[in-house]
């Protein structure tokens, strides 16, 4: 099996590869199966391509040419691997799901897009997230292994074991090669989602340094989820409520991600240290990323059941429309966040809320918000708990017990950028200096 | 009378077309070529004559699923063919006035270039197509 030789694509080639892999494979697998040795094949007919396009041109139907060949590879090591059955005596034999043998009408792969075909496969409930991640951004986002595993920073080869072993459960679950079900697309939408915000969240976590290649993950999941949005079939009647709240969530997911892509530029010093968002310089926001976010949140809240992540878009909307932090409108971000609670007790949730609260209603509120949490053995370790009770303890005028706090939060935190932060705080506090006047209970950084 | 016309190869014989030397020597070029080309004018001549109803080849063996129900249950194995069986590699069916004018088609596969050794070993069986279930019955 050869696994991602093909190196560095920089020039238009590698474009022309990360768009043409995943509709190969999705061909591929369509007409033959084997999802896990058609990945490898699609690999080769790429790394043929990479040897011989350069010599012999660029073929008149790439896509065609890379079928045929990739074709002719999975022939190759379907066989290899039959025979290698043979010798073994554990030919391949796998019992038909139940469900292959009901009425193929709903199911039919035929007028869905391959590449979304694959993506749902890809989140398959068989596979752990981490697994579906990984597959995902392999199958449908067309990246290498070498390229994933550097953004997950783990080595390659168990960046190569993960991903095939998420092949192997795919092929052990019999799932075929087709959207869901419609009782089960509503579920199996959910999982696709998930993985999308995850991954987006992957890159979003760390913006600069050696890290950039974990940004790509940001883009890579929003122009999965613009995919997905294209692609996704519109709701036919008698669907069920399912799909009409997946296309919300769909929407609001994307608007999610493009509204926090928006702060990025400014969320970094020159250091590469993170700058609270009450601190950032909000003309370095993404004003197109802002006004289509904001468009698109717009107009999906009113149509129907709001789901978590149309909530939350709702919300980062707000954030990215108010010309300082003091002028955001805190009052309906925290009824937000209130309603957002109602969809799963979520402790970072109610973290936020503690801190719009504050911000609507005075540090007093917010304090006393915070104090529920503390009993939350899922947060009551965690830095960004005691890091708000320090900001809104120092904003009450509490020096002594913010600065006691930012220690607290300092020595629970693993980031060398946080630590600096917070003990920067702090240091503040026991040694005033002449004071910048700090009204604002700073939030950690998103 | 409707009749289908059945070649066979092995997963071997795909190999030699594709230009792989395995135990039998690979085509060449030209060889695959002057089948192509032979193909395509029977086929012509077939569908102009109003003979032809239509014709396939087969994908090669290693891409077949076979299913069984060995205890009531469908249970699927990949690849059931050994690499030198020979199994089902394309077909025609034919529309004529007798077997006899079938078999004088499927004679016309002899005529077929290709290496000595593939053509000294191809097979083409007729077989007529049963028309209705009480012809089953007979």
Same mark, same amino acid.
């Given at each position: ?70 074709a ?7 066989? !290899? ?13 796998? /019992? ?28 398959h ?8 991640? +990984? ?17 997950? @920073? ?37 999982? /696709? ?10 890159? %979003? !976590?760390? *913006?600069?340094?050696? &890290? @950039? ?37 769909? +929407? ?15 969320r ?19 004003i ?36 300082t932090?003091?002028? *955001? &409108? ?5 009824? @937000? ?11 970072? /949730? ?26 939350d ?6 830095h ?36 600096? %932060?917070?003990?920067?705080? +702090?240091a ?15 939030? &950690?950084?998103? | ?6 070649? %066979?190869?092995?997963?071997?014989? %795909? ?18 070529a ?11 001549d ?21 299913? *069984? ?13 050994a690499?030198?069986?020979? /199994? ?35 097979? +083409?069986?007729?077989?007529p ?10």
């Amino acid at each position: 099996m050869v696994e991602d030789t093909r190196g560095e694509n920089t020039s238009d080639t590698g474009e022309l590869w990360r768009r043409e892999a995943p509709r190969v494979l999705g061909a591929l697998v369509r007409r033959y199966g084997h999802l896990d040795l058609a990945e490898d094949a699609v690999q080769e007919a790429l790394l043929a391509a990479a040897t011989q396009w350069p010599l012999d041109g660029v073929p008149d139907n790439p896509r065609a040419w890379l079928i045929t060949v990739a074709a002719r590879r999975l022939t190759d090591l379907l066989r !290899a691997d039959q025979a290698r059955r043979r010798r073994e005596d554990t030919v391949t034999r796998w /019992v038909l799901p139940a469900d292959w043998l009901s009425p193929g009408a709903d199911r039919s792969a035929a007028d869905t897009d391959d590449t979304l075909v694959l993506l749902f496969l890809c989140c398959h409930p068989a596979l752990s997230p981490p697994a579906q991640i +990984a597959l995902t951004l392999r199958a449908v986002g067309g990246l290498t292994t070498k390229e994933i595993a550097r953004a997950f @920073l783990v080595p390659e080869p168990t960046m190569t074991r993960r991903i095939t072993r998420a092949k192997q459960a795919i092929r052990a679950s019999g799932a075929p090669f087709a959207m869901p079900r419609p009782d089960e697309r509503a579920v199996r939408l959910a999982a /696709v989602l998930h993985v999308l915000y995850l991954v987006f969240n992957e890159g %979003y !976590a760390s *913006t600069t340094g050696p &890290d @950039l290649y974990r940004a790509d993950l940001s883009t890579e999941a929003i122009r999965l989820t613009r995919q997905l949005q294209r692609q996704l079939p519109v709701d036919r009647p008698g669907d069920g409520q399912g799909d009409t709240v997946g296309h919300g969530e769909l +929407a609001g997911l994307l608007a999610l991600m493009l509204l926090t892509e928006a702060r990025r530029p400014a969320r970094a010093g020159p250091g590469g240290e993170l700058i609270p968002m009450a601190e950032q310089d909000r003309t370095l926001w993404d004003i197109d990323q802002i006004s289509e976010g904001v468009e698109l949140i717009t107009r999906t809240l009113p149509r129907g059941p709001v789901g978590p992540y149309q909530l939350q878009a709702a919300i980062a909307a707000l954030h990215d429309e108010a010309p300082t932090a003091q002028a *955001t &409108d805190w009052p309906q971000i925290t009824a @937000l966040y209130e309603l957002l609670l109602h969809h799963g007790d979520n402790p970072v /949730v109610r973290l936020n809320h503690a801190v719009a609260l504050a911000m609507a209603e005075g540090p007093h509120a917010g304090l006393a918000r915070l104090a529920t949490l503390d009993a939350d053995a899922r947060i009551a370790g965690d830095h960004r708990l005691h890091a708000v009770r320090a900001h809104l303890l120092e904003a009450t005028g509490d020096h002594h017990g913010a600065a006691t706090a930012y220690l607290a939060a300092a020595a629970r935190t693993t980031s060398l950028q946080h630590q600096r %932060y917070l003990h920067a705080q +702090a240091a503040r506090l026991t040694h005033p200096h002449p004071q910048i006047p700090n009204a604002t209970p700073a939030r &950690d950084p998103e | 009378m409707k009749y289908m016309i059945l070649t %066979y190869a092995s997963q071997q014989d %795909y190999d030699a077309m594709s230009g792989k030397p395995t135990d039998r020597p690979a085509w060449s070029n030209e060889d695959f070529a002057a089948m192509g080309e032979f193909m395509t004018e029977l086929n012509r001549d077939l569908d102009e004559s109003g003979a032809l109803v239509e014709t396939r080849a087969l994908a090669a063996p290693a891409h077949t699923r076979r299913v *069984t129900s060995p205890h009531g249950q469908a249970v699927v194995t990949d690849g059931p063919y050994a690499e030198t069986q020979e /199994v089902l590699a394309g077909y025609w069916i034919v529309e004529c006035g007798s077997f006899d004018e079938a078999t004088r088609i499927a004679a016309r596969l002899a005529g077929c270039p290709g290496p000595p050794d593939a053509a000294a070993r191809a097979v +083409a069986d007729v077989r007529p197509l049963v028309e209705g279930r009480a012809e089953l019955a007979m």
